[in-house]
């Protein structure tokens, strides 16, 4: 019997908002060059939602490089 192998990383804000709500993460990172979109569920709202559930859970957010770099590192 093969065992699907567990995923070692997450890419995605739905993805890793899922999976923060369901206590399933260890580190969050997060490139530090995304642009700011306002307004009712924005790209705002929900990184600061996933900040606030990281610091209820205790879980390290990093903000750690640029997209493009953030991006090529994480290239499978």
Do not use: W
């Not at 899922?18 to 790209?43: C, D, P, W």
């Amino acid at each position: 019997m093969n065992a699907a192998p567990k995923k070692r990383y997450l890419i995605g804000l739905k993805e890793v908002s899922k999976n923060l709500n369901a206590s399933k993460v260890n580190m969050v990172i997060i490139a530090t060059n995304i642009e700011r979109v306002e307004g009712e569920h924005g790209l705002d709202e929900q990184l600061l939602s996933i900040r606030d559930e990281c610091k209820r859970q205790g879980v390290p957010l990093i903000y750690a490089m640029p997209r493009s770099q953030l991006g090529f590192v994480t290239k499978y």
